[in-house]
């Protein structure tokens, strides 16, 4: 049958019908235009779709029970929602109208807005409170409990203040207020609950909460509650975990609403550090940017830029895994007496900012990290890993190349690809003094004379000395009689700390990869060869092996993750979680 051209239907009944489908298509383009256009985004513009029905069907958040009744949450998803830092960022920020043109906006504890919306917003759909502040929301009844009558207030604090049946003392107060007030929507966080942000907690950190003498903060408990309760999450005037770590970050106080009072970054380090009892505002703030880069979270202050939303998923390990020994300081092993040099006339000096290292493995290929590697200030190579065809995903550039013994010969026999065509590169060859001092020593220099522009260095016996120490320092085993091979990534690591303030290294796989279950998919060991063995095989069987010398890759690796948040380490593909 023929579908009539429009301008043929007659009846006004048609054209009504057909003017209901035009403005149904130029609603739905204009919907899709402004989503589009809010994800592209990586500020948060108000939407401007405020209030819109769409996705509204209520639904019941367990963990969350109402004050008395102890009935669950029910309520629609927010579509947008706002999370205003209580920090004094905000001030000057002139975010007030963003902050209010997003659907929810979710405040913490006693966070005021009267004085303060033109940088904060004034409205407040959520308040997420700690039991330590409800005495400051009593304070200020009229605002609180009268003119908030819209707003939903989330309690959190410990079982024995917040218990309902044996009336702690929270609880208590919490219910005498909704005597008073009783339109007033209080829930309060169930045991369930708090155990479960614990459990988060432990699972993202490898700390236990209570062990690590850790108290969980508000904010965590309200990106929690954001993530169950928004489909977009803005977060205003939060800073980066690094923030605070950089010299020339700002000094504001520690709340918006408490001029002159605490600093917020002296607060921040000062319980970052404590033994007990301290908020790991740092901690948490990097795993909120691990979330941000799964979830819909964007943040809106300015250090966030480069640290999440780049995709590159970068991950400082929390400073927690460490242990309480610190290893010795790589920094100050002098590279001047570590390294001797064999021909050219660059002098190896602690020189690079920021470097990378592109390991071996598999894990680069197709990832198109070729142009981001090559943007780094300095990138070092393992060996024999060819950059010709693989720039796309390794990059042209070789600031390093550290290169075992056992590769030398392959590395020097082809000058095309590793010396010459890269000739600001600067080698170091590392082996046993007994072989590097004579026939190996002798095999470079003959290269040197016929590149007069290569520039190498080899690992002096000294410094060979060292490494074998530092395996036993943060191994407990020796090397020799535990049989163990050191391997060049080993070298590598330790190379890159003493030249560079940063490391980020691509291509290497966290220490419990291997073991992960199901078991992670195969792949060749070295990117530059397809057919060689599986990566994760090679690792265990190394790892596992007691007969002959053997490279422990992967208690390697546990090293490398406690030397993270000392030294500046960062690894992405794959993340180290
Ligand atoms: C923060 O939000 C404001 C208001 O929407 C926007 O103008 C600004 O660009 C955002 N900043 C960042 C870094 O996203
Ligand atoms: C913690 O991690 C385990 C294992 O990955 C997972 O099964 C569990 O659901 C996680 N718990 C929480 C609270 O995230
Ligand atoms: C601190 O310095 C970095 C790089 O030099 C710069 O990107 C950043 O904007 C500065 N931060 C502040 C708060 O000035
Ligand atoms: C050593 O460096 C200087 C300048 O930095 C240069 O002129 C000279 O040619 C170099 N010598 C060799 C042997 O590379
Ligand atoms: C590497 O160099 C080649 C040849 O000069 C060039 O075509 C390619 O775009 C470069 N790759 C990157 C990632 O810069
Ligand atoms: C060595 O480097 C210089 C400049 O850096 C260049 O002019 C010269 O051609 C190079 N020599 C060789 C043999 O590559
Ligand atoms: C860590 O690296 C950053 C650059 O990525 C640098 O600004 C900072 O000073 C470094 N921190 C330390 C402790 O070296």
New binding site residues.
């Given amino acids: 049958m023929r579908v009539p051209p429009a301008a043929a239907l007659g009846s006004p009944g048609s054209v009504r019908l057909f003017l209901t489908l035009v403005c149904a298509v130029v609603v739905a383009v204009l919907y899709i235009l402004l989503c589009y256009r809010t994800r592209a985004q990586p500020c948060c513009r108000a939407p401007g779709l405020r209030g819109s029905p769409a996705t509204s069907s209520v639904r019941s958040f367990q963990g969350y029970s109402r004050v008395p009744d102890g009935k669950p949450l029910e309520r629609a998803l927010c579509r947008h929602c706002a999370v205003v830092s209580s920090s004094g960022q905000m001030l000057g920020s002139q975010l007030g109208q963003a902050i209010d043109g997003q659907e929810c906006v979710l405040r913490m504890n006693h966070a005021p807005t009267a004085g303060y919306e033109q940088d904060v917003g004034a409205r407040s759909t959520i308040r997420v409170v700690s039991h330590t502040s409800v005495p400051l929301l009593l304070g200020n009844q009229p605002y609180f409990f009268q003119q908030s009558q819209e707003t939903l207030y989330f309690i959190w604090g410990p079982a024995k203040k917040m218990n309902r049946e044996k009336m702690g003392s929270t609880y208590q107060v919490l219910l005498k207020v909704m005597e008073k007030y009783p339109q007033l929507q209080i829930y309060t966080l169930t045991e369930e609950k708090m155990t479960y942000c614990d459990d988060v907690f432990q699972n993202e950190t490898g700390k236990n909460r209570m062990k690590s003498g850790s108290f969980l903060s508000t904010g965590w408990f309200t990106m929690i509650l954001a993530m169950e309760l928004c489909e977009q999450i803005c977060v205003f005037g939060m800073v980066s975990d690094s923030y605070c770590r950089e010299k020339n970050h700002s000094s504001v106080p520690y709340h918006y609403f408490e001029k002159g009072r605490l600093d917020e970054c002296k607060m921040y380090l000062m319980h970052e550090r404590a033994r007990r009892a301290g908020h790991r505002f740092m901690t948490e703030k990097a795993i909120f940017s691990r979330w941000a880069k799964r979830r819909n979270i964007v943040f809106n202050h300015s250090s966030w830029a480069g640290s999440s939303g780049n995709g590159n998923e970068v991950f400082p390990y929390s400073r927690l895994r460490g242990r309480a020994r610190r290893p010795p300081d790589l920094k100050k092993w002098g590279v001047k007496s570590g390294y001797l040099p064999v021909c050219g006339n660059k002098t190896l000096t602690a020189r690079c900012h920021q470097c990378v290292i592109v390991t071996s493995s598999s894990h680069l290929l197709g990832t198109h990290l070729g142009a981001v590697i090559d943007g780094a200030e300095c990138t070092i190579r393992m060996n024999d890993a060819p950059t010709t065809g693989y720039n796309a995903d390794v990059g042209n550039k070789t600031s390093f190349r550290v290169v075992a013994h056992s590769s030398l010969y392959r590395v020097l026999k082809r000058p095309q690809e590793f010396v010459?065509k890269t000739?600001e590169t600067i080698f170091i060859f590392w082996g046993p003094p007994i072989k590097m001092q004579k026939s190996l020593l002798k095999i470079i220099q003959r290269v040197c004379t016929s590149?007069?522009?290569m520039t190498a260095y080899v690992v002096s016996p000294g410094r060979m000395k060292q490494f074998d120490d530092l395996f036993r320092g943060e191994t407990g085993k020796d090397r020799e009689k535990s049989r163990s091979w050191l391997s060049t990534g080993w070298f590598t690591m330790v190379i890159a700390v003493e030249l560079c303030d940063a490391v980020h290294v691509y291509g290497m796989v966290p220490p419990s990869y291997c073991g992960r279950h199901p078991p992670p998919r195969r792949l060749p060991y070295h990117y530059y060869e397809p057919k060689g063995p599986d990566e994760c095989t090679t690792y265990i069987h190394n790892e596992r092996s007691r007969r002959g010398n053997h490279h422990r890759f992967i208690t390697e690796k546990r090293v490398f993750a406690s030397w993270a948040g000392l030294y500046n380490i960062t690894f992405s593909h794959p993340t180290w979680t």
Avoid: E
Wanted: aromatic share 20%.
């Fill in positions: 010459n000739p590149f007069p522009n």
